[in-house]
């Protein structure tokens, strides 16, 4: 009972996680955000804890016996962004074992693969409880003792009261987890929601931040080279002396007009360049 409350916290505890990250992207990531330097992009982490939760209730889920029929599980999807296709590729898929175990541990006891403490659900366990207890009564009660034992189970009365009300804890708690559980994934339903409109308003001020910074480096290069365009006209125009009418002076008049030629050409090419 410890280990299915501790898995619903962990439940919870995704929740609150991706409840925080949808906050984010209207607060943290809004003005002066720095998005170059993320390791891991927000509308990633995101989907990261959304398919971990959908695994976690899925599985914890199993384990308290909460689904009528039988859940096929869920596909997996690629972590990677630069990419239509949302299938795994073959190097995630050798690494993608690893991940989903990784994904329970979140669960506690309940999603470690422990070879020393094997994994058995929750209604399996009572059942296996109520076996060992009938199978010890069979060890305890021979010869004159015998004579305690009662019913189809040939087990003492006061062990089948036991036993009875022992079910009968375990099927309220079972319910009462199922019924948390249920509240848990509500609150999940109506916060995938508000899902779309975080990662847009994330994705919107994340490439416009970027394309700013693009257009402003390439404002200041474009003006640090206008800088040197502007030197150099000015300097064209300081030779362009009234005395280069002279036939003497034909040859520093091609070189000055060769010149000009030369930066206005230059310059266009920046323009188109940029």
Known sequence: MTKCEQAQ??????????????????DKYQGAADFLKEKTSLSMLI?????????????????????????RPLARITY??????????EEEKVNDVIKMEEELQVLGSIGFNNPKDPYIRFP????????????LCQKLYTGENTKYLAGNDKIPE???????????HAEEFKISMVRQLRVTTQR??????????????????KYATIIEKQVGKVQDDFDEQKVIDDAAKAENLRQ???????PANKEVTRELDSSEEKRCELFYDLIDDT
Do not use: W
């Open 158 to 168: 006061y062990l089948s009261i036991f036993l009875e009300h022992l079910k009968k």
């Open 240 to 246: 362009f002396r009234p005395n280069l009418a002279n």
């Open 47 to 71: 989907r990261m804890v959304l398919v971990q939760l959908n695994r976690c209730i899925q599985h914890y889920s199993n384990h308290l016996g909460g689904f009528k029929g039988e859940v």
């Open 188 to 205: 999940l339903e109506a916060l995938c929601a508000e899902v779309p409109y975080s990662v847009c308003a994330y994705l919107q001020a």
């Open 124 to 135: 399996d366990a009572i059942a296996k409880v109520d076996q060992m207890c009938k199978d």
């Open 9 to 26: 916290k962990g439940v919870d505890m995704l929740v609150d996680k991706l409840q925080d990250l949808c906050q984010q992207a209207f």
């Open 80 to 89: 990677q962004e630069a990419t239509e296709s949302i299938e795994l590729d």
